[in-house]
Structures are given as C-alpha cells and as structure tokens.
C-alpha cells in the first residue's frame, strides 16, 4: 500500500512539474488595453477599430479562433503566428447602422498561458442629423 501512495505521489509531482514548465514557456498576451469605447459615434460611421498586443511569452503566440459576442461584430486574427517579443493586431469591425448603446465581448482562442482571452468594446451610436436640445429652467421670485 506504501509503494502506490508513493508512485502516486511521484506521478503528481512528475505532472505538476511539467504543467509548470509548460506554462512558463508559453506565449502569453499583453493588451494596450482590453476595452475599446467607441465614445459616441454617427450612424453608419467609421466601424473599425484595433487591439494591438505584444506577446510577451517565450513561444510563437498562435490565435487559431476569435468569436464574437453576436454577428454586429466581425473580429479579424492575425495570419501568421507572433514571435515572442513582438507585436500583433486583432481588428474589430462593428456594425454601426443600430442605433443605441452596445458593449460586446470577443473571446480569442490560442496556444496562450491563458487560452482564452476575452476583450470588449462598447460605444453608443446616435442619428446622423440628432440635436441635443437643452432645457431652460425658468425660476420666478414670488
């Protein structure tokens, strides 16, 4: 019984050990930032906008999958694998002829430490020809 606690034992330390070195030698994502605000836009204005990364792993990052949260935002990975040390781009374009608030999550799948990634984008798209028009309060001294 002794010797199966420890081969047991030799096992888990044989396969923390490995997942341990696994993860320190893998590619990893450094965001300039995770959340893109659109601000407020003009309908059917410019879609387009970028999420520049560097990996900062010690392998080439691979990004085999990016989806999005609903079929208004079309992510585009980059074609080739980025080498550590470098930089890499995901463009996110999203449809701006809705009117209204949005806020979308794209989720990067890849050979990365963390192999899912999530990043985001919001924004409100407003009429081309809206006015805001601001009320005066009108106080009477009685």
């Given at each position: 019984?002794?010797?199966?606690?420890?081969?047991?034992?030799?096992?888990?330390?044989?396969?923390?050990?490995?997942?341990?070195?696994?993860?320190?030698?893998?590619?990893?994502?450094?965001?300039?930032?995770?959340?893109?605000?659109?601000?407020?836009?003009?309908?059917n204005s410019e879609r387009v906008r970028v999420f520049?990364?560097?990996?900062?792993?010690?392998?080439?990052?691979?990004?085999?999958?990016?989806?999005?949260?609903?079929?208004?935002?079309?992510?585009?990975?980059?074609?080739?694998?980025?080498?550590?040390?470098?930089?890499?781009?995901i463009e996110v374009s999203y449809d701006t002829s809705k009117l209204g608030g949005f806020s979308k999550i794209?989720?990067?799948?890849?050979?990365?430490?963390?192999?899912?990634?999530?990043?985001?984008?919001?924004?409100?798209?407003?009429?081309?020809?809206?006015?805001?028009?601001?009320?005066?309060?009108?106080?009477?001294?009685?």
């Amino acid at each position: 019984m002794k010797n199966f606690f420890s081969f047991l034992f030799t096992c888990l330390l044989a396969t923390a050990s490995f997942s341990q070195e696994k993860k320190t030698t893998a590619a990893e994502f450094k965001f300039d930032t995770e959340i893109i605000n659109y601000g407020k836009i003009i309908q059917n204005s410019e879609r387009v906008r970028v999420f520049e990364f560097t990996n900062i792993g010690k392998s080439p990052l691979i990004i085999s999958t990016i989806k999005s949260s609903c079929g208004c935002t079309i992510p585009k990975k980059p074609e080739h694998p980025i080498l550590p040390g470098k930089k890499g781009k995901i463009e996110v374009s999203y449809d701006t002829s809705k009117l209204g608030g949005f806020s979308k999550i794209i989720t990067i799948f890849s050979n990365a430490k963390e192999g899912r990634k999530t990043i985001r984008i919001k924004g409100y798209v407003s009429k081309k020809n809206s006015v805001v028009v601001k009320k005066k309060s009108i106080l009477s001294n009685s």
